[in-house]
């Protein structure tokens, strides 16, 4: 009996794990706050850069029309290029958002799994049959090495969509600057 109380003990520290697992991915929001902050600084240094086009594209208005025109094609053929690529990414993203979903999805039937084996091992303790509840025992064991492996799963799948989400973001931006680049470039040579 002793064991089985060791035994619920130890399935109940593991659900304050997880449960402070859970309250971790609040700091997932700070991180994301973070990175707003350096999308901010990224702006900044976008305006400073776009400032430094101006001034190229006033060199550049001294250049022979027909070199300049063979550049603005060759700017055109990339940014359709990276316009592509934008597409794709923001396929990738939605992708990994749904993935995303499907795993919390898994990981609240796990907790619901986890909450039955609780309020099963509250009646192991009324049970009498020592076979019988050391069965049930066991199960309940295997039951908690299962759900804190996928909750192991569920936080590095969480942290590696972050990190795409951030990337993306960072790579989406970089993108647009470049679209206005080009079309502040288009437009000042026509």
Same mark, same amino acid.
């Given at each position: 009996?002793?064991? $089985?109380?060791? &035994?619920?003990?130890?399935?109940?520290?593991?659900?304050?794990?997880?449960?402070?697992?859970?309250?971790? /991915?609040?700091?997932?929001?700070?991180?994301?706050?973070?990175?707003?902050?350096? +999308?901010?600084? &990224?702006? =900044?240094?976008? @305006?400073? /850069?776009?400032?430094?086009?101006?001034?190229? &594209?006033?060199?550049?208005?001294?250049?022979?029309?027909?070199?300049?025109? *063979?550049?603005?094609?060759?700017?055109? =053929?990339?940014?359709? #290029?990276?316009?592509?690529? @934008?597409?794709?990414?923001?396929?990738?993203?939605?992708? /990994?958002?749904? #993935? +995303?979903? *499907?795993?919390?999805?898994?990981?609240?039937?796990?907790?619901?799994?986890?909450?039955?084996?609780? @309020?099963?091992? $509250?009646? +192991?303790?009324? *049970?009498?049959?020592?076979?019988?509840?050391?069965?049930?025992?066991?199960?309940? /064991?295997?039951?908690?090495?299962?759900?804190?492996?996928?909750?192991?799963?569920?936080?590095?799948?969480?942290?590696?969509?972050?990190?795409?989400?951030?990337?993306?973001?960072?790579?989406? #931006?970089?993108?647009? =600057?470049?679209?206005?680049?080009?079309?502040?470039?288009?437009?000042?040579?026509?």
């Amino acid at each position: 009996m002793a064991s $089985d109380e060791a &035994n619920f003990q130890t399935l109940l520290d593991d659900a304050r794990n997880l449960v402070e697992s859970l309250k971790d /991915h609040g700091e997932t929001v700070t991180v994301i706050s973070k990175e707003v902050t350096l +999308l901010d600084k &990224n702006l =900044e240094s976008y @305006n400073k /850069h776009r400032e430094n086009i101006e001034v190229i &594209n006033e060199i550049a208005k001294r250049r022979p029309r027909d070199t300049t025109i *063979l550049n603005s094609l060759k700017d055109s =053929e990339r940014l359709k #290029a990276l316009e592509r690529e @934008n597409a794709q990414l923001h396929q990738a993203l939605i992708d /990994h958002q749904l #993935a +995303l979903e *499907l795993i919390m999805s898994k990981y609240r039937q796990q907790m619901m799994k986890f909450t039955e084996l609780k @309020n099963n091992c $509250d009646t +192991l303790n009324v *049970l009498k049959n020592d076979e019988e509840v050391r069965r049930k025992s066991e199960k309940i /064991h295997e039951m908690a090495t299962v759900i804190q492996r996928a909750a192991a799963m569920d936080d590095e799948a969480v942290n590696k969509e972050y990190e795409t989400i951030a990337r993306l973001r960072y790579e989406n #931006a970089n993108l647009k =600057e470049l679209l206005k680049i080009a079309n502040n470039s288009c437009l000042k040579t026509q």
